[in-house]
């Protein structure tokens, strides 16, 4: 039985508890939050056995295998260190952290104290996800030239609001547009160009931005986030002989269709249970039982990868969060 802790009682850590009841070896025995009340709320919501209030205090569980972090970003970094610092296995929300100094302390504390630590980029352990990257590694649909993705969501958001806050990490690059850049990464790497462009807020946070990868191979990611518009949260990866499109949303697929050359459109289909998250609980508990300090499918290079493009991204369109 693996023991969860999840610290944070927001919209994501419900979602993370409802789904951990999938996940077979799973049981979820304490939550922490920075107050006593909402920690028991979410206690009795979820019938979770320990409610603490605070961060520390649910580190120190010595009866707890990992904690699942899902704070907002602009805390991932503090509630990590305390994990980890404890001793305690970490399954960190996406983004790592706001920037790749940050991210990079997160690994180089985990690795020297020996401690589990994933990025929870549910996209990489989705089982759709993970058959369409081996149907392009066998080359169906040749040699990929070509990702497109976006995620756009309609807003508006109150000033008041997180996402419109820059020292909380605000904007769609760090929220939504995670996801079309860790896309790109996984079909086709880290990037040899990148160029980008962004409306910011009166607050100082990208509103609506397009991005686009080059490759000295010649491909070609281009993507788009922002929080000004909903757009069709699709995808496709092109081929020199083939296509595969990703339907709404291309992050949590549920089927895809894929095109090669002179055949007829085929439609791959995998049963989606729950919500999706259930899938990197069981990958985070697959690697504990084998002794692991990092997970092969989210590694920690990827991560650092990623937060690194996103670095240079906000770098160009001139977002800053201190």
Avoid at 12 to 27: N, S, W
Avoid at 38 to 54: L, T
Avoid at 231 to 236: C, H, V
Wanted: with cysteine.
């Amino acid at each position: 039985m693996t023991r969860w802790g999840i610290l944070a009682t927001g919209h994501i850590a419900a979602r993370f508890a409802e789904d951990l009841r999938l996940v077979p070896g799973a049981e979820l025995a304490a939550v922490g939050s920075r107050t006593a009340e909402s920690a028991q709320r979410f206690a009795a919501r979820h019938g979770v056995p320990r409610a603490y209030a605070s961060w520390a205090e649910l580190a120190a569980d010595d009866e707890l295998d990992v904690v699942y972090v899902a704070t907002p970003h602009a805390a991932h970094h503090e509630a990590a260190m305390t994990c980890l610092a404890a001793g305690r296995a970490v399954l960190l929300e996406k983004p790592f952290t706001l920037d790749l100094a940050t991210s990079v302390e997160l690994v180089d504390t985990a690795r020297a104290a020996g401690v589990f630590l994933m990025e929870a980029m549910w996209m990489r352990t989705n089982p759709l996800v993970r058959r369409l990257c081996d149907l392009v590694a066998d080359g169906a649909i040749g040699t990929v030239t070509g990702v497109r993705a976006d995620f756009g969501v309609a807003g508006p958001f109150p000033p008041e609001h997180r996402m419109r806050a820059r020292t909380l990490g605000g904007g769609a690059l760090l929220d939504l547009g995670v996801y079309p850049v860790s896309l790109a990464h996984l079909l086709l790497g880290v990037p040899d160009h990148v160029r980008s462009w962004a409306k910011l807020s009166p607050e100082g946070v990208d509103e609506n931005t397009g991005i686009v990868l080059g490759y000295d191979s010649g491909a070609v990611a281009t993507l788009s986030c922002g929080m000004v518009g909903a757009t069709a949260l699709d995808a496709s990866i092109t081929g020199t002989t083939g296509r595969i499109d990703l339907p709404e949303p291309f992050f949590r697929p549920g089927s895809a269709t894929l095109h090669r050359a002179g055949a007829e459109p085929e439609t791959i289909t995998d049963e989606l249970v729950g919500g999706g998250y259930q899938y990197e609980a069981a990958e985070v508990q697959r690697c504990l039982a084998e002794g692991l300090s990092e997970s092969p499918l989210v590694p920690h290079a990827t991560t650092l990868e990623v937060m690194a493009l996103l670095d240079g991204i906000r770098t160009q369109i001139g977002v800053d969060y201190s």
